[in-house]
């Protein structure tokens, strides 16, 4: 079967990387980071936005990594896509398609938040408004892999690069700071809120937090308790009709570096009466 190719080189500069060298762990975590969000970036592409939550490698395509080159530490990934997804997307245009598709994914991810360029994507991100918040959430512990050697010495920066174009996305000292998680929160609280979007085929959602006030990603701590799922439904279905549409959640808060609320773990809702 015919495949596609997209190509892709991964570069790191500053400290001892301009040397071409890594420390070793940080080497093996910055190459588990890049496979893992890879695979996960060119699985959701192939299969119509699914985002996996565990290790797996992608249906419709496969990475490969180049030897490494001397002198610098630097990484060729080529990406493989199945003829029939090149079909489906253009085989023309795949190239650029699966760029605009990446950086924005990968940007969001570590809060750099870019819109698509390309009309294809652009459609994806309107069809689907929970999927960058859902997408981002699964990327985030693959890209805090991929900062562990800026973590060790904040001189060095990441570059994901376009052959032939340029960079497309840099990773440094404050997108370290957006992927790395400060605490998840060991109590729970309750906060008032409303529900403004929920994917009913998972445990991923969009609600907005009246203390806050602005809207918060969340997932259900019991993914298959339909109560809470129907309650989510409720809240949001009141909240499209003009309604209040309040409820209160029983949440645990996940906090960034900066301190900033990224995600709510909602483990109940109560309806307000």
Known sequence: MEVKEVNLILRLEGGVADEG???????????TGLARAVNLVAHS????EEVRTKNQSAKGAQAFVHSSRKGCFEEQVDIRF???IAKKVGNTVLVSVFWDYLTWVLSNSVGLE?????????????????FIH???????????????????????KVFFNRPRVGDALTLGSETLDYVTTREVAAGSEYI????????VLSHFGRLFSDEEDKVVSFALA?????????????????HNDGLPGKVHLRVKKIISAHGVVKRYIVEDILEIL
């Open 45 to 48: 592409f192939s299969n119509n």
């Open 114 to 130: 870019i819109e698509p360029t390309t009309s294809y994507v652009k459609k994806i991100s309107q069809k689907n408004e929970l």
């Open 134 to 156: 859902e997408i981002s959430d699964a990327l985030e512990s693959p890209m805090l892999l991929m900062h562990r050697a800026i973590a060790r010495d904040d001189n060095v």
């Open 192 to 199: 008032v809120g409303n529900v403004t979007k929920v994917n």
């Open 21 to 31: 060298l890594l420390d070793i762990y940080d080497a093996a975590n910055t190459i």
């Open 222 to 238: 019991h993914p298959d308790d339909h109560r809470l799922k129907g309650l989510s439904l409720k809240s949001m279905q009141e």
């Open 82 to 84: 199945d003829q029939k």
